[in-house]
């Protein structure tokens, strides 16, 4: 079991950036992949960026590719969101996820959840 927290959203400016955290708790991160996902209002969860469990793989999907950027500190059991030029389409719930599947973008194969955090851009 793994617990995880996610923090660091907000309100922000088109064009600005954020950091959101991802805190873990049970079990060592260095465990798992981990993903990032986002829901905005009435659509479906969707697959933001995910990264290996040593940090060397990185995959985003192709709306964030060169303005979002996924890191992870093992040895503090954190996953990192750097979310630069940020675009109202950005607009929604951030939520991290873990699995042992591999470098997956499906949610249905991610056994863990964060809460979520609020991300919203204004135009």
């Known amino acids: 079991q793994v617990q995880l927290g996610e923090s660091g959203g907000g309100l922000v400016q088109a064009g600005g950036s954020l950091r959101l955290s991802c805190a873990a708790s049970?079990?060592?991160?260095?465990?798992?992949?981990m993903g990032w996902f986002r829901q905005a209002p009435g659509k479906e969860r969707e697959f933001v960026a995910v990264?290996?469990?040593?940090?060397?793989?990185?995959f985003y999907t192709d709306s964030v590719k060169g303005r979002f950027t996924i890191s992870r500190d093992n040895a503090n059991n954190t996953v990192y969101l750097q979310m630069n030029s940020l675009k109202p389409e950005d607009t929604a719930v951030y939520l991290c996820?873990?699995?042992?599947?591999?470098?997956?973008?499906?949610?249905?194969?991610?056994?863990?959840w964060g809460q979520g955090t609020q991300v919203t851009v204004s135009s």
């Open positions: 996820a873990a699995t042992r599947t591999g470098m997956v973008v499906t949610t249905t194969l991610y056994d863990y």
């Open positions: 049970g079990r060592t991160l260095s465990n798992f992949i």
């Open positions: 990264i290996s469990r040593n940090g060397g793989s990185t």
